[in-house]
Each structure stands twice: as structure tokens, then as C-alpha cells.
């Protein structure tokens, strides 16, 4: 892959090459399962007309991808089986229609009316932004460079995302990568400014991702702001 040179002096043992240059060491697969596991959490805690279907389906079909994930590959690396890929897809997936229904259900119950007490609709608002957050930080982690197992192969794609390391790498550590703390991390920002803060995503489906974010943490956040003043009123 081509290297493309940083403007300026480096400073005494820096590397100026690109970060999507370089192969990112493999990553362990807990991180991942426990932001899985807490937004699952969150979403099965809250009151009843903002959940939808029994209560066990969703933590078991999860703990069911998830268990086998942990022992047969507990780490993500290069030649992981497509089988693993599609499985650690699934898992997020399935939290994350578990929360755009939740979201639904909360607009629903705000706009018309529920049985659902006033603090009870805040609490859960903030439990279903918090979900948000960390499933996107997931989605972003998966999406960039065709996911942590591609990142890995020194002939991994372009990236979808541009960290501040990337556009000043001599701010860095050699052969710096982005791990799942940085997506995470990504996803918070997103969330709370409705915006790209110090990354930009450079790619459309990273653009749609942070968008939908964006979107959904606004309308919920717009929620809780209308609903508290109606609480405080």
C-alpha cells in the first residue's frame, strides 16, 4: 500500500506513515461482548409498554451467539470464518431493533399518552440513549476498514473514519490504530454533540451510521428535555 507523507517535520521517533497503512494487532472479543451484553441490559430493564415480546426471547437468542463467539474465537483476527463475522453482526443487530422499536414505543407513549409515570418515561429514555450510544460505538467498530479482522492485513481498505492520529501522525505512537474504546468513544461524541466532533467519517455508510446516531439521540433527548418540563410543571 502507498505511503503517503505527512506534511511538516516529524518529531524524533515518529512515524509519518498513514495509520490505515499499517496492520492493527488483533483485539479481543470481550469489549465487544460486554457493550452487547449492557445494552441488552438496558433495554430488557425497561417498563413494559417499551419492550417488546418476552422478556427472556432477547438475552437468550444473544447469550446463544454470543457464548459459542467467546470460546471458539475469543480473539478477532485476520482469518477469522465468515460464520464468526456474520454471527458478531447478528448480535448487534438484533440489540439494536430491540432499541429503534424501544424508541418507537417511547415516542408512542410521549405523543399519546401511557400509563407509563413521567420519571419512569425519563429513566427510560436515558436507559434507550445510552443503548444507542454503545450499539453504534459497535457498529462504527465493525464498519471501519472492514472490521477488526480485515484491519489486521496490511492490504486492509481505505478507512471509513478519520482520526485525529491519521491527519497528525507524529502526535502518535508508531503503527497507531484505532481500538474499540476509540469507536466507542466516536459514538459518545456523536451522541452528545448530534454531530462528528475531532472524527470524521469519510466513507457514505459511515456517514449514515453517525446520521441515524445522530437522529436518534436527538429525538431522544428531545423527548426527555419535553418531558421533564412537563414533569418540573
Same mark, same amino acid.
Given at each position: 500500500?502507498?505511503?503517503?507523507?505527512?506534511?511538516?517535520?516529524?518529531?524524533?521517533?515518529?512515524?509519518?506513515?498513514?495509520?490505515?497503512?499499517?496492520?492493527?494487532?488483533?483485539?479481543?472479543?470481550?469489549?465487544?461482548?460486554?457493550?452487547?451484553?449492557?445494552?441488552?441490559?438496558?433495554?430488557?430493564?425497561?417498563?413494559? /409498554?417499551? &419492550? %417488546?415480546? @418476552?422478556?427472556?426471547?432477547? *438475552? #437468550?437468542?444473544?447469550?446463544?451467539?454470543?457464548? !459459542?463467539?467467546? $470460546?471458539?474465537?475469543?480473539?478477532?483476527?485476520?482469518?477469522?470464518?465468515?460464520?464468526?463475522?456474520?454471527?458478531?453482526?447478528?448480535?448487534?443487530?438484533?440489540?439494536?431493533?430491540?432499541?429503534?422499536?424501544?424508541?418507537?414505543?417511547?415516542?408512542?407513549?410521549?405523543?399519546?399518552?401511557?400509563?407509563?409515570?413521567?420519571?419512569?418515561?425519563?429513566?427510560?429514555?436515558?436507559?434507550?440513549?445510552?443503548?444507542?450510544?454503545?450499539?453504534?460505538?459497535?457498529?462504527?467498530?465493525?464498519?471501519?476498514?472492514?472490521?477488526?479482522?480485515?484491519?489486521?492485513?496490511?492490504?486492509?481498505?481505505? /478507512?471509513? &473514519? %478519520?482520526? @485525529?492520529?491519521?491527519?497528525? *501522525? #507524529?502526535?502518535?505512537?508508531?503503527?497507531?490504530? !484505532?481500538?474499540? $474504546?476509540?469507536?466507542?468513544?466516536?459514538?459518545?461524541?456523536?451522541?452528545?454533540?448530534?454531530?462528528?466532533?475531532?472524527?470524521?467519517?469519510?466513507?457514505?455508510?459511515?456517514?449514515?451510521?453517525?446520521?441515524?446516531?445522530?437522529?436518534?439521540?436527538?429525538?431522544?433527548?428531545?423527548?426527555?428535555?419535553?418531558?421533564?418540563?412537563?414533569?418540573?410543571?
Amino acid at each position: 500500500m502507498p505511503k503517503i507523507p505527512a506534511p511538516g517535520p516529524s518529531a524524533p521517533g515518529k512515524s509519518l506513515d498513514p495509520a490505515w497503512g499499517v496492520a492493527a494487532d488483533r483485539e479481543h472479543r470481550w469489549p465487544a461482548t460486554l457493550a452487547v451484553a449492557a445494552a441488552v441490559a438496558l433495554t430488557v430493564a425497561l417498563p413494559n /409498554p417499551l &419492550f %417488546l415480546g @418476552p422478556r427472556w426471547a432477547l *438475552p #437468550a437468542v444473544e447469550a446463544a451467539l454470543a457464548a !459459542p463467539l467467546m $470460546v471458539v474465537s475469543p480473539f478477532r483476527h485476520r482469518d477469522e470464518p465468515v460464520v464468526a463475522r456474520w454471527a458478531s453482526l447478528v448480535l448487534i443487530g438484533l440489540a439494536e431493533v430491540a432499541n429503534l422499536i424501544s424508541l418507537a414505543l417511547l415516542v408512542s407513549a410521549i405523543i399519546n399518552g401511557s400509563n407509563i409515570s413521567g420519571h419512569q418515561l425519563v429513566l427510560a429514555a436515558v436507559e434507550i440513549y445510552l443503548t444507542n450510544m454503545a450499539l453504534f460505538g459497535l457498529w462504527f467498530w465493525e464498519l471501519d476498514r472492514g472490521g477488526p479482522g480485515a484491519r489486521m492485513r496490511l492490504d486492509h481498505r481505505e /478507512p471509513d &473514519f %478519520l482520526f @485525529p492520529q491519521m491527519v497528525t *501522525p #507524529a502526535s502518535a505512537p508508531p503503527g497507531w490504530h !484505532p481500538n474499540f $474504546v476509540d469507536y466507542l468513544y466516536v459514538s459518545f461524541t456523536n451522541a452528545t454533540a448530534f454531530s462528528p466532533t475531532d472524527t470524521m467519517p469519510l466513507t457514505l455508510a459511515a456517514k449514515a451510521l453517525m446520521a441515524t446516531e445522530s437522529l436518534a439521540a436527538l429525538l431522544t433527548v428531545t423527548l426527555v428535555a419535553a418531558r421533564a418540563v412537563n414533569i418540573l410543571k
